[in-house]
């Protein structure tokens, strides 16, 4: 039964993938929702290895985590697997009360077990998810000493260091590293040692309301509704992901009706699209940054005067005003906006002679050639192009090479890469030491410490200074103090030229037809799409 679902949901897709634009215009099926979008980035479907917003929104609707965060109010912490779940006197310890009753996908019942399991699994894999963890002190070696279930239903999270526990329960509630593993039938598909991991690459284990059917890279995503859901069975019987990366063609497919949903779109047929009846345009505020990195292991960037130029070469405000609307808004602090933490923007502008001037007192005055890599993704490109034409003013000669996710943020993670236009900064979790974890602490600047995860690390930008101080207000118990001194953090990040510079705040802009309805998108990109049906 299962083979003949996945194939009646593949002739489905390869249907719309094929029919032509003049043919008879026919709605979408009432109980299937179909989404247009890039799977550029989306390289495996492992929580201990899956990075991007995408997985995210999908691993969403195949798993559970503990706790949940509130879609219209991130800081709201709303319970999932986990009933409830108390801190200790000395926020050393956080207890979890695990649901009973609860099944996985395959039947087997879901136990405390197989939370403790999935928590110890990303730090013994130690691949990209895991770096968050360590960072709360858990370690490969200690994992299952601290991550333990003393009875089904009892989950026990000991913190190795101390830390702030309400941003461990964010985290619990936001990461993809924090979807609960079917044990058993992740173990049944080990493979020596591997713990499951070449297996979930394309395969899921989980509890979701939605079973993953087929998953084929860079063309299409199917999954179907868990009928045995403990939340009750989802509205929608299935949901495809089809990889569109032509924005005229979702234009095009959202106006005719033949997909519900289109995520990426240019702004120009996003604004095409706002006088159509039929379709709503919605944004929500994501809490990752774009930005334009440089690479200190290259050592013009290690010089600061170098840093500084570049940083006066951003043409922040045109970038914002004419590439950006729809997918961010003007911001250059490492924190997010929206926190009680996040100091106003401090100003940097385009300032050519600024930047000459620095150039010449750093031993460049006719400037230099370097690379610019970048998705080839909208609007990374544009913002890339943009930045090519005011470093030129300089003198900078940069050549602009364009890929994949892989190929970009691949050539970040191994630290071999001169400028780069990216998107990142944690942002998930409500709270500021989410984006100065991700964006600017590093606390082991070796090659060999592989925190590839930290874009700090990835940038070779190291400062004891501001680690000491972002490693105080972690700890720091008096919310008044540890607002100042992240607001601390922020001024020795913006006076020391760290290596990434923020540009924009990002915003999703997606179109959807009117009759989809409960359509929620999550600041955190975990989007669930349980309660999404269509009026008709």
Known sequence: MKVRTTLK??????????????????????DQMIIGMSMNNLLSLDPAAATGLDVATIGANLYDMLVELDAKDPSKLVPALAESWKISDDGRTI?????????????????????AWSLQRVL?????????????????????????????????????????????????????????????????????GDLGNAWLTTHAAGSGPFKLDDWRAKDSLLMSRFDGY????????RIIMRHMTESQSMRLMIERGDIDLAVGMSVSD?????????????????????????????????????????????????????????????????????????LSNPGHKLD???????????GHPNGFKTTIRVLSDPPFMNIATNLQSTLAQAGI????????????????????????????????EPHPHSSLRALAYN???????????????????????????????????????????YQDAQKIYDQQVGAIMPISQMIETEVKRKDVRNLISHPSATTRFREVYKQR
């Open 9 to 30: 949901a593949c002739v489905l897709a390869l249907a719309l993938t094929t029919a032509p634009y003049s043919s008879i215009h026919a709605a979408t099926p009432a």
């Open 95 to 115: 207890t979890f009360v695990i649901r009973k009753g609860t099944k996985f996908q395959s039947g087997n019942p879901l136990t405390a077990e197989d939370v």
């Open 124 to 192: 013994k894999l130690n691949m990209a998810l895991a770096t968050t963890w360590k960072s709360y002190g858990f370690t490969a070696q200690n994992a299952e000493k601290f991550l333990r279930a003393p009875d089904a239903q009892t989950f026990v999270m000991e913190l190795p260091e101390p830390t702030d526990p309400k941003l461990v329960l964010y985290t619990l509630g936001a990461s993809p590293s924090a979807f609960i593993l079917d044990r058993k039938k992740v173990m049944e598909n080990d493979k020596n």
């Open 230 to 237: 403990w939340r009750g069975a989802p509205k929608l019987r």
């Open 270 to 342: 996003i604004q095409a699209l706002k006088g159509n009846k039929d379709v709503a345009i919605e944004s929500v505020k994501r809490g990752t940054i774009y930005y334009v990195a440089v690479s200190m292991k290259d050592p013009k960037f290690a010089d600061k005067r170098v840093r500084q130029a570049i940083r006066s070469l951003i043409d922040y405000e045109g970038i914002n005003k004419t590439i950006m609307p729809h997918y961010g808004i003007l911001h250059q602090r490492p924190v997010q906006s929206g926190l009680s933490a996040t």
């Open 352 to 362: 050519v002679p600024s930047a000459k001037k620095l150039l010449a007192e750093a």
């Open 397 to 428: 000669e940069a050549s602009v090479i364009s890929g994949t996710g892989n190929q970009i943020y691949g050539a970040m993670r191994d630290r071999s890469f001169e400028i780069i236009v990216g998107r990142g900064g944690g942002g998930a």
């Open 443 to 485: 606390p082991d600047n070796r090659d060999e410490a592989k925190l590839t995860n930290f874009q700090g690390w990835r940038t070779s930008f190291f400062s004891p200074e501001l680690n000491q101080v972002i490693e105080k207000a972690e700890v720091e118990k008096d919310p008044i103090k540890q607002i100042t001194l």
